[in-house]
């Protein structure tokens, strides 16, 4: 009996293994870098949202000025820094350069969303090209962003920066993001349909048609929410928008978090609006463990001769697919090596955090970011 239950097992184990290799292989040949096209296009706004950045902001808003391909204005929203951010801002001369005090915050909203939508009422651009504080556009990435929503039809394009990773903890955490789109998303169908529920983004990239931006409601629309990454491009589709994603990684670089305590932070602002739900969350957990984790487990346990030779070849092809995909979603996106074989264990550190997230939800309450506390609701 035991016997038969490790060959279901690891058989089970290659099938889910299978998934996200199958979805690599589609998704990353069509998740390409766009490029500038000879029709350069209206202005595009660059719209950066900074509390307390002053680390970050006079390289994101000098890699920002220094667009090319198309005319570009830079907004920088300054939202209650207590740090020298609007000073360093105020002391890059460029007329293109703007430094936009924003408002106390209302109840009801998350710091984000009213930053953006405060900067997108001050925006003049065809195109609002919303980054986080500390992404670092290349020179070509407004242009070739803006091309992308003229060629495709889309009222929204985004991608994953390159991530960054200058500690081992970033590196148990931050190439979730990448894996998770590319091994589950499938972006066909997210281009042949509007439905918003294939609608996906990346908070820290994203290029929005402006006149569509404010005709579905822009931010304020999803005001509450700490995820502005997976609600935006669902908001757009529900107005009959089209929404896109491209490879990022040669567009724009962004160091995310410092270590594994602000990885751990970070990610667990928005687990709620993601993965961690009581319907979603034991789906994820089962797919993940078996693709991802549990082959790791079979194989030596095979090697020493604990398994019937069925479950230890199906367990020691499931560890190959899922080796396979993670080494060609990492490569692609120019992520660390050590990344690769690191992946079981950065899949047992995601489901932890959203499992500290799920079962902490009730007594904490709340979400803090940035010094702010903001309700958990069911977004």
């Known amino acids: 009996m035991l016997d038969l239950a490790l060959v279901v097992l690891a058989l089970l184990c290659l099938v889910v293994a299978l998934q996200p290799v199958l979805f690599a292989g589609m998704n990353l040949p069509l998740l390409r870098t766009p490029v500038p096209d000879a029709g350069a296009g209206g202005l595009v706004s660059i719209l950066i949202p900074a509390r307390n950045e002053a680390a970050n902001i006079a390289r994101t808003v000098r890699a920002a000025l220094a667009s090319t391909g198309v005319p570009v204005e830079v907004l920088v929203g300054d939202d209650h820094s207590t740090d020298a951010t609007p000073e360093i801002v105020r002391?890059?001369?460029?007329?293109?350069?703007?430094?936009?005090?924003?408002?106390?915050?209302?109840?009801?909203?998350?710091?984000?969303?009213?930053?953006?939508?405060?900067?997108?009422?001050?925006?003049?651009?065809?195109?609002?090209?919303?980054?986080?504080?500390?992404?670092?556009?290349?020179?070509?990435?407004?242009?070739?962003?803006?091309?992308?929503?003229?060629?495709?039809?889309?009222?929204?394009?985004?991608?994953?920066?390159?991530?960054?990773?200058?500690?081992?903890?970033?590196?148990?955490?931050?190439?979730m993001i990448n894996f998770l789109l590319v091994g589950y998303l499938p972006v066909p169908m997210m281009r042949a349909s509007r439905d918003p529920a294939l609608g996906a983004a990346c908070g820290q990239l994203v290029l929005v048609d402006r006149a569509a931006y404010h005709a579905a409601g822009g931010h304020g629309a999803i005001r509450e929410t700490l995820h502005d990454g997976v609600r935006l491009p669902r908001l757009m589709r529900a107005a009959g928008h089209r929404t896109d994603l491209v490879a990022g990684h040669r567009l724009a670089a962004c160091r995310m978090y410092a270590g594994f305590r602000q990885s751990w932070a970070g990610f667990s602002k928005n687990a709620h609006e993601g993965m961690a739900t009581p319907r979603a969350l034991p789906v994820w957990t089962a797919l993940l463990l078996l693709g991802q984790v549990v082959p790791w487990l079979l194989v030596p346990a095979g090697l020493f001769g604990l398994l019937p030779f069925m479950a230890f070849a199906a367990a020691l092809?499931?560890?190959?697919?899922?080796?396979?995909?993670?080494?060609?979603?990492?490569?692609?996106?120019?992520?660390?090596?050590?990344?690769i074989l690191l992946h079981p264990a950065t899949v047992l550190v995601a489901l932890a955090i959203q499992w500290n997230v799920l079962l902490r939800r009730e007594r904490a309450g709340a979400a803090t970011w940035k010094g702010r506390s903001y309700p958990v609701g069911g977004a």
């Open 91 to 175: 002391g890059i001369a460029d007329p293109r350069l703007r430094l936009v005090p924003v408002p106390a915050l209302p109840e009801g909203w998350t710091g984000k969303n009213h930053a953006c939508a405060h900067l997108a009422e001050q925006a003049r651009g065809a195109h609002l090209l919303f980054i986080d504080a500390d992404v670092h556009l290349e020179p070509v990435a407004a242009a070739a962003l803006a091309a992308q929503a003229r060629t495709s039809g889309a009222a929204l394009v985004s991608g994953v920066p390159r991530q960054v990773m200058g500690s081992p903890g970033e590196m148990l955490t931050v190439p």
């Open 317 to 339: 092809a499931a560890l190959a697919l899922s080796l396979a995909a993670r080494a060609a979603i990492t490569l692609r996106s120019r992520e660390p090596l050590p990344t």
